[in-house]
Protein backbone atom coordinates (compact mmCIF):
# COMPACT_ATOMS: atom_id res chain seq x y z
CA UNK A 1 0.00 0.00 0.00
CA UNK A 2 0.69 3.51 -0.61
CA UNK A 3 -0.49 6.77 0.45
CA UNK A 4 -1.05 9.72 -1.72
CA UNK A 5 -0.61 13.36 0.06
CA UNK A 6 -2.62 16.48 -0.28
CA UNK A 7 -1.99 18.42 2.27
CA UNK A 8 -1.44 18.16 6.24
CA UNK A 9 -2.85 15.86 7.81
CA UNK A 10 -4.53 14.69 4.01
CA UNK A 11 -3.67 10.69 3.10
CA UNK A 12 -5.56 8.44 1.25
CA UNK A 13 -4.04 4.82 0.88
CA UNK A 14 -4.35 3.43 -2.62
CA UNK A 15 -2.56 0.73 -4.29
CA UNK A 16 0.78 0.56 -6.49
CA UNK A 17 -0.26 -1.02 -9.89
CA UNK A 18 2.78 -0.07 -12.11
CA UNK A 19 5.83 1.87 -11.28
CA UNK A 20 9.01 3.17 -13.32
CA UNK A 21 11.95 5.71 -13.18
CA UNK A 22 9.44 8.06 -14.95
CA UNK A 23 6.03 7.37 -12.98
CA UNK A 24 3.45 5.09 -11.64
CA UNK A 25 -0.14 4.18 -12.40
CA UNK A 26 -2.12 4.10 -9.14
CA UNK A 27 -5.42 1.98 -8.20
CA UNK A 28 -7.98 4.64 -6.83
CA UNK A 29 -11.50 4.27 -5.28
CA UNK A 30 -14.18 6.02 -7.93
CA UNK A 31 -15.42 8.44 -5.46
CA UNK A 32 -12.13 10.42 -4.91
CA UNK A 33 -11.56 13.76 -6.32
CA UNK A 34 -7.43 14.15 -6.62
CA UNK A 35 -5.79 17.11 -7.16
CA UNK A 36 -3.01 17.46 -9.88
CA UNK A 37 0.12 17.41 -7.72
CA UNK A 38 0.72 15.25 -4.81
CA UNK A 39 2.73 13.49 -2.84
CA UNK A 40 3.11 10.21 -3.19
CA UNK A 41 4.69 8.51 0.19
CA UNK A 42 5.71 4.94 -0.85
CA UNK A 43 6.82 3.46 3.10
CA UNK A 44 4.24 4.13 6.04
CA UNK A 45 6.84 6.67 7.64
CA UNK A 46 7.62 9.07 4.37
CA UNK A 47 10.79 8.73 3.75
CA UNK A 48 10.85 7.80 0.26
CA UNK A 49 8.41 9.73 -1.51
CA UNK A 50 7.87 11.59 -4.81
CA UNK A 51 6.33 14.58 -5.83
CA UNK A 52 4.04 13.86 -8.09
CA UNK A 53 1.34 15.20 -11.60
CA UNK A 54 -1.32 13.53 -12.62
CA UNK A 55 -0.84 13.05 -16.48
CA UNK A 56 -4.37 10.68 -16.65
CA UNK A 57 -7.55 9.70 -15.08
CA UNK A 58 -9.86 6.98 -15.58
CA UNK A 59 -12.54 6.09 -12.97
CA UNK A 60 -10.67 3.36 -11.10
CA UNK A 61 -6.77 4.79 -11.89
CA UNK A 62 -4.41 7.60 -12.17
CA UNK A 63 -1.21 7.28 -14.59
CA UNK A 64 1.32 10.00 -12.95
CA UNK A 65 4.47 11.52 -13.84
CA UNK A 66 7.35 11.87 -10.97
CA UNK A 67 8.44 16.12 -10.41
CA UNK A 68 12.07 16.71 -10.77
CA UNK A 69 13.20 16.01 -7.37
CA UNK A 70 15.04 19.76 -5.86
CA UNK A 71 18.66 19.82 -6.53
CA UNK A 72 18.45 17.64 -9.69
CA UNK A 73 18.89 20.64 -12.00
CA UNK A 74 22.41 21.79 -10.11
CA UNK A 75 23.26 18.25 -10.29
CA UNK A 76 22.52 17.87 -14.34
CA UNK A 77 24.67 21.25 -14.77
CA UNK A 78 27.46 20.50 -12.48
CA UNK A 79 28.00 17.29 -14.20
CA UNK A 80 28.45 18.50 -17.42
CA UNK A 81 30.84 21.20 -16.41
CA UNK A 82 32.65 19.51 -13.33
CA UNK A 83 35.21 22.31 -12.81
CA UNK A 84 32.41 25.05 -11.92
CA UNK A 85 33.49 27.53 -14.30
CA UNK A 86 30.85 29.36 -15.71
CA UNK A 87 30.37 28.39 -19.84
CA UNK A 88 31.64 30.76 -22.28
CA UNK A 89 29.24 33.19 -23.74
CA UNK A 90 29.11 33.02 -27.27
CA UNK A 91 30.06 36.68 -28.65
CA UNK A 92 28.04 38.45 -31.72
CA UNK A 93 30.08 38.35 -34.57
CA UNK A 94 31.48 41.94 -35.09
CA UNK A 95 30.68 44.35 -37.75
CA UNK A 96 33.57 45.17 -40.03
CA UNK A 97 32.94 48.85 -41.20
Known sequence: MVWLAF???ELHGCKL?????????IDVEENVTLPDHFMLFLTNNGAARRACRVVWRNEQ????????????AEK????????????????APSESA
Open 17 to 25: SDVSASGAR
Open 7 to 9: GPG
Open 76 to 91: TAQASNPDGAPAPAES
Open 61 to 72: QIGVQFEPRLGS
